[in-house]
């Protein structure tokens, strides 16, 4: 994947990476409004959601239960239910798989926490720290399992095979991220192919499916998989961005997560090209330790060298590229909610 920045200011999408830490109003609204188009749909998603994590194993209803309410955007669902609608689908198969999406991100985000020993996810306890590794990962594994179940519904050799793969990408980033842990001299193409395995196939896949079931043309449905990518390359990005200049309460996660596991995300990949010897030195170290006691110096580090500006400049030209991806479809109120889903994953402050 080519994810230059050099095409960040084709739009009036912020410049300044100090608002994405000082916009929660505004991210909130924009979210708010894009879900209010579709509530009806996304309140059937909600209550398929909860009746299908329905099992006579009391752990998966208590666990399921706590990480489904424990909070969430519900984005990628967002994503798939506006795709459809802006290519006129008034069907009801968008419900179970929107519900479908959240199940497998939902598996994910277990299987996450346990192999990064994560204790806060969304301002919460994660799973594994109430109820041990053993159960958060076999639970994971019934969402998935229940996923694909759900799945044959929509009776769509398409939509299979679109998830089916989608899942093994997944599995694909998680373990090259594993992979690239503690590896300081990861580039930043190993990176940008880690998040869009690990986190954008994902958003991809959401928007696909939604002109697979309005059954759109190729063309579109091909536009509409471009836009989640770039969109889902964008939220990871932030993401990662907000590890060094977000709080925790706004995070709803830990600061220094990301080094404390030793993850070489952009921001100390573009910090180590443009810092001096003495503060690449230092970022190396913290990267191959996972040490987070001098966090607050690489914190000065990748601001002072304009790491954290570069990142949100790469956020910002994929953000702009998802918009440019939805030009092929019809003007409608749902894809003017789509663009503001892409300039939502860089303006968000959680």
């Known amino acids: 994947m080519n994810l230059s920045a050099n095409n960040a200011n084709k739009t009036d999408l912020r410049t300044d990476v100090q608002t994405v830490a000082d916009s929660t109003a505004d991210d909130k609204a924009l979210l708010l409004a894009a879900s209010e188009l579709v509530g009806t749909e996304l309140t059937a998603v ?22 489904i309410q424990s909070g969430g955007k519900r984005l990628r669902p967002l994503i798939l239910l506006l795709s459809a609608k802006a290519l006129g689908y008034d069907e009801q198969h968008h419900i179970t798989l929107a519900a479908v999406i959240e199940f497998i991100h939902t598996a994910t985000l277990l299987h996450d926490d346990v192999v990064d020993a994560s204790t806060l996810r969304r301002g919460n306890p994660t799973a594994n720290d109430v109820w041990g590794n053993e159960a958060s990962v076999l639970v994971g594994d019934f969402l998935y399992s229940r996923a694909f179940e759900m799945m044959v519904r929509a009776n769509s050799m398409p939509v299979m095979k679109i998830m089916a793969v989608t899942t093994n990408a997944i599995a694909e980033g998680e373990v090259m991220q594993l992979l690239n842990a503690h590896v300081a001299e990861t580039t930043e193409s190993a990176y940008l192919e880690t998040i869009y395995r690990k986190t954008a196939r994902l958003f991809e896949s959401a928007s696909q499916l939604g002109g697979v079931i309005a059954q759109a043309e190729e063309q579109q449905i091909d536009a509409l998989g471009r836009y989640g990518k770039y969109l889902g390359n964008a939220f990871q990005l932030v993401d990662d961005l907000l590890d060094y200049q977000s ?19 952009l921001p100390l990949i573009e910090a180590m090209k443009r810092g001096t010897p003495q503060q690449i030195a230092l970022i190396k170290q913290a990267i191959e330790q996972g040490e987070v006691d001098k966090l607050d110096d690489i914190l000065e580090i990748v601001q002072q060298t304009g790491a954290l500006q570069y990142t949100y400049a790469v956020a910002q030209a994929q953000s702009q590229s998802a918009i440019d991806a939805l030009s092929t479809l019809p003007d409608s109120s749902y894809k003017s909610a789509l663009i503001d889903l892409a300039m939502f994953s860089t303006y968000r402050s959680f």
Not at 47 to 59: G, K, Y
Not at 255 to 265: H, I, M, S, W, Y
């Open 46 to 67: 909600n209550h398929l959601i909860r009746a299908e994590l329905n099992s006579d194993i009391v752990l998966i209803n208590t666990l399921g239960e706590y990480i």
């Open 247 to 265: 709080s925790s309460e706004a995070m709803g996660k830990n600061t220094g997560d990301d080094l404390a596991e030793g993850k070489p995300t």
